[in-house]
């Protein structure tokens, strides 16, 4: 995906014809991601039930919600160890591993406004972004356990735990509305993540450097990309 140099966008050799489907995310990826969301969500709105008192009021079976509540954050990581027996899913991994010079470059330009913004298959937000969501699911993980089997550390940890805990899901749900309120914006995205396939000039304008995805196992293959 190709431009000329000092224009925003591509020549209209390198344009593709609209309507053409570039493959982005496998079924596994797919269902990795809903999987994931969905306890991600049921975690924070039990939190909200119990942490705060207009909504607490609304509950009337509250053990039943704090239950509710520790399985689904036992059961966050789940998703993602089941689907790393995907190809797709290891190499997008290591993507959103690696922080290129681009990645940089990129910051750079959505401090400055730019509207060129270099970028693979995922830009530096979507790589900061997946990286601070990864880290802070394993420090709710740790201080959650240390909350719900009391026996685990002394009383002075439980407490530091507990702290951190109710702050960090603070901070996790206003990340998460935040990465909502993106997607909501780019109904291309949405579109991607659900099917797998998105429009070659949305790849083309949001992620220029990504020229599509190796050839996966044809079980990895999301629907329509052999087309």
């Not at 224009?7 to 995310?25: H, I, K, Q, V």
């Not at 027996?85 to 990645?103: E, H, Y």
Request: glycine content about 8%; hydrophobic content about 45%.
């Amino acid at each position: 995906m190709t431009s000329t140099p000092g224009s925003d966008a591509p020549t209209d050799a390198t344009t593709p014809p609209p309507g053409e489907r570039l493959a982005r995310f496998a079924r596994a990826e797919r269902w990795v991601h809903r999987s994931t969301s969905a306890l991600m969500l049921t975690c924070l709105l039990t939190a909200a039930f119990l942490y705060v008192p207009d909504l607490a009021q609304l509950v009337g079976r509250r053990r039943l919600v704090v239950v509710v509540h520790e399985w689904a954050g036992l059961l966050l990581p789940l998703p993602l160890l089941l689907g790393l027996g995907s190809r797709a899913l290891r190499a997008d991994l290591s993507r959103l591993g690696r922080f290129l010079p681009q990645d940089r470059m990129w910051l750079r330009a959505v401090r400055r406004r730019l509207p060129r913004r270099p970028a693979g298959k995922f830009n530096a937000g979507q790589k900061l972004y997946a990286s601070w969501i990864a880290g802070a699911a394993l420090v709710m993980l740790g201080t959650g356990l240390l909350m719900w089997f009391t026996h685990l550390a002394p009383l002075v940890w439980r407490t530091g735990a507990t702290f951190v805990h109710d702050w960090l899901a603070l901070a996790v749900g206003v990340v998460v509305l935040g990465h909502v309120w993106m997607a909501v914006r780019d109904p291309e995205a949405r579109l991607g993540m659900r099917t797998g396939t998105v429009d070659r000039l949305w790849a083309v304008r949001e992620h220029p450097d990504w020229d599509g995805d190796p050839p996966q196992d044809r079980r990895d293959r999301p629907p329509g990309a052999d087309r």
